[in-house]
């Protein structure tokens, strides 16, 4: 492990570190937290077949804290009709490292605007907007390579909304493994006679299937303006709601459990609403400067000016009540690099990965391939290093390629709760094997 590295992971705070794993154990060989490349890795057309139960597997990149998943393929695709098509991506991670994976035909993504699709969380009117394309989506244990293959939908109708999340937990309120998760989004449901409804469509696992739930209670999103949300922008599971973020404007928040969600929004810091610039120059690429994640037990944003050295880093914290930011740390950083690093004169660093453990910290992606340690409450930089080369070229910096990713000693011995599992601590259920869930979806989709 590099100097840097042990650096970091001396931040974990001690009451931590025996319920995480930690670098100080020789017997453990992951960190207590990754950044995982959001585009997971599918073996080649024309590989060799992988062995008879084979799993989705974590590479940890040595010399960084960043990793990527791979999945055998036909996982994926059976039947192989879309060798050389699929797209995966990593949607979401829960708070204790369970992971959202969506794998689907690239012939038959929708157009967006820039990164943005239109969502129209405070109404959900969507003439005009895309359809969302079919996707297989996964829920996956990164350590043990568990794949959960969720059923289709199977809604009557065709609708769009918001990226899916992904929100776990445990009924003794413990750090241990969830007994449950919910996958879900913000939607419209079916027209009815009083038309179309604000819905949380979701997948509960205690029941195995989807279902709709309407929202309650009055919009809280402002009138005369519609939410535009990055579809790069991981959704946040923080505080037993998602979080979906419009980097120009707020974010926005639901209990996607409840059988009577009510949807809550919050501005972004004052200074940092933008005006409504839907499809202007630029809008496109805010995401990479803007970032909403979660760090020391609180919803953070954090900010980069995109303005040349010194560039303006600001941190900001959410309160307890969920109303109102507290402004934590605005700095002024030069990118001062490591020896050996090439300095990019017109370069702008837009925000890789927010620290979990410390808030002081944060990742910034400067040029093609580098990673920088920013310590905001010193204001330096902590050093740097590159980013593997089989995750390729981020000369553009596309918001999102990196997720946080918890990683918790006991994640890789845990199983996925399933539909009749009491407790994923407990029961290691047969419904998750890889073969029985493929077999079983196969069938369901026949009848």
Not at 120 to 129: K, R, S, T, V, Y
Not at 210 to 232: F, H, N, Y
Not at 369 to 379: N, Q, T, Y
């Amino acid at each position: 492990m590099s100097l840097l590295l042990r650096r970091l992971a001396a931040v974990v705070p001690a009451s931590l570190h025996r319920s995480l794993c930690t670098a100080a154990s020789p017997s453990l060989s992951h960190p207590p937290w990754t950044m995982l490349y959001n585009r997971p890795a599918l073996n080649e057309s024309g590989a060799p077949p992988p062995p008879p139960g084979a799993r989705a597997s974590l590479d940890l990149f040595e010399a960084s804290l960043v990793s990527q998943l791979s999945v055998p393929a036909h996982l994926i695709d059976p039947d192989g009709d879309a060798t050389g098509f699929l797209g995966g991506t990593v949607r979401a991670a829960s708070s204790d490292g369970l992971l959202l994976l969506d794998f689907a035909d690239a012939r038959q993504f929708p157009p967006v605007i820039g990164s943005l699709r239109h969502s129209w969380l405070h109404e959900f009117d969507a003439a005009g907007g895309p359809v969302e394309p079919d996707a297989s989506r996964f829920v996956c244990n990164p350590l043990s390579g568990q794949l959960f293959r969720l059923p289709a939908p199977g809604m009557a109708v065709a609708k769009m909304g918001t990226p899916f999340g992904l929100l776990t937990e445990s009924s003794d309120g413990s750090h241990g493994p969830p007994d449950r998760y919910v996958v879900a989004q913000l939607s419209r449901g079916g027209c009815g006679e009083l038309g179309s409804r604000r819905v949380v469509r979701r997948f509960l696992s205690e029941t195995g299937a989807w279902d709709e739930q309407e929202l309650v209670g009055p919009s809280t999103v402002p009138a005369g303006r519609v939410m535009c949300i990055d579809l790069k922008h991981e959704v946040v599971a923080f505080g037993g709601r998602l979080w979906w973020a419009d980097v120009r404007w707020g974010v926005c928040s639901v209990d996607p459990f409840s059988d009577q969600p009510e949807h809550r929004f919050v501005e972004l810091p004052q200074g940092s609403v933008l005006p409504d610039l839907a499809g202007m120059a630029g809008t496109s690429t805010l995401g990479r400067y803007r970032r909403v994640g979660v760090s020391e037990g609180k919803l953070r944003y954090i900010e980069v000016s995109n303005t040349r050295n010194p560039f303006v880093v600001s941190s900001f914290s959410l309160d307890e009540e969920g109303r109102c930011w507290t402004l934590d740390y605005k700095i002024k950083a030069t990118s001062i690099l490591p020896e050996g690093f090439e300095r990019l004169e017109h370069n702008i660093p837009c925000i890789a990965a927010i620290d979990p453990f410390n808030a002081n910290f944060v990742y910034l992606n400067y040029g093609p391939r580098i990673v920088l340690v920013l310590d905001m409450a010193k204001g330096e930089n902590l050093g740097g290093f590159f980013l593997p080369e089989r995750i390729g070229c981020q000369t553009l910096c596309p918001s999102g390629f990196l997720v946080p990713c918890m990683l918790p000693t006991w994640l890789e011995s845990s199983h996925i709760p399933c539909a009749g599992a009491l407790s994923s601590k407990k029961t290691s259920c047969k419904r998750n094997t890889l073969a029985g869930m493929l077999v079983r979806v196969d069938r369901d989709q026949k009848k």
